[in-house]
């Protein structure tokens, strides 16, 4: 849970950041950070995709959870998720800003690869690397969104915690049931989710990479039984 509490640490400083520099924050360097992260992110993907043992492993996880994910089109089902919680809790104007940057903040950071990937790495191997990288970006952004939607964006700090840390704690829960093979393995593929996360970040792609989200969890079957 470290990693997670960090995370929030850092969206609730990020947030006040926001508020005491209100509308004074240029778009030129914001852009500027966030495809610097985008290149760490890369990094941090790449550096973990090489440790695989098994490539062919890792291909079919990815082709039998691509066909799964698009199947049940994931990434557009989440973002129809974040729309119905904008439609219900956002109503009217001026006097629920507070409410539309909790929920605009709170969809952006729990609704992605990133967060799934980080806390499940987080509590499968204790590898919080991921969601340090994602503690960052998500600073960075509240520094963004505090300045422009107010101090609503720190509350979703809290949706972060609850999200990420059910993640990890189910994770750590039944990592001593998974072997080290089937983990390295599950890691290896979702350091590639990672890789075309940061290719969406540099502007590069436009890559749906919810929809591949289900090849993370394929290295349990095919490990335990090829």
């Known amino acids: 849970m470290l990693a997670t509490v960090i995370n929030v640490i850092l969206v609730l400083l990020g947030s006040a950041l926001g508020l005491i520099f209100k509308n004074r924050i240029s778009a030129r360097f914001s852009s500027g950070l966030m495809f610097a992260l985008g290149l760490c992110v890369l990094g941090i993907g790449i550096s973990n995709m090489i440790r695989t043992n098994d490539t062919l492993c890792v291909i079919i996880c990815m082709v039998l959870g691509t066909l799964l994910g698009e199947g049940l089109n994931i990434e557009k089902r989440m973002d129809g998720l974040g729309g119905v919680l904008r439609r219900k809790l956002i109503r009217g104007e001026g006097n629920n800003r507070f ?18 990937m980080g806390a499940l790495d987080s509590g499968l191997t204790g590898d919080h690397t991921t969601l340090y990288a994602k503690s960052t970006l998500d600073g960075i952004t509240s520094i963004v969104y505090g300045s422009t939607m107010g101090a609503g964006v720190a509350l979703s700090g809290v949706a972060v915690f609850l999200y990420q840390g059910l993640i990890t704690l189910c994770a750590s829960f039944i990592a001593p049931f998974l072997s080290d093979v089937v983990i390295a393995e599950m890691k290896c593929v979702g350091s590639l989710l990672i890789i075309g996360l940061s290719f969406n970040m540099l502007g590069m792609t436009k890559i749906k990479v919810m929809n591949y989200v289900p090849a993370v969890f394929f290295p349990i079957l095919l490990c335990t039984f090829m």
């Open 99 to 116: 409410v539309e940057g909790f929920v605009n903040a709170s969809v952006l950071f729990c609704v992605g690869a990133m967060a799934i």
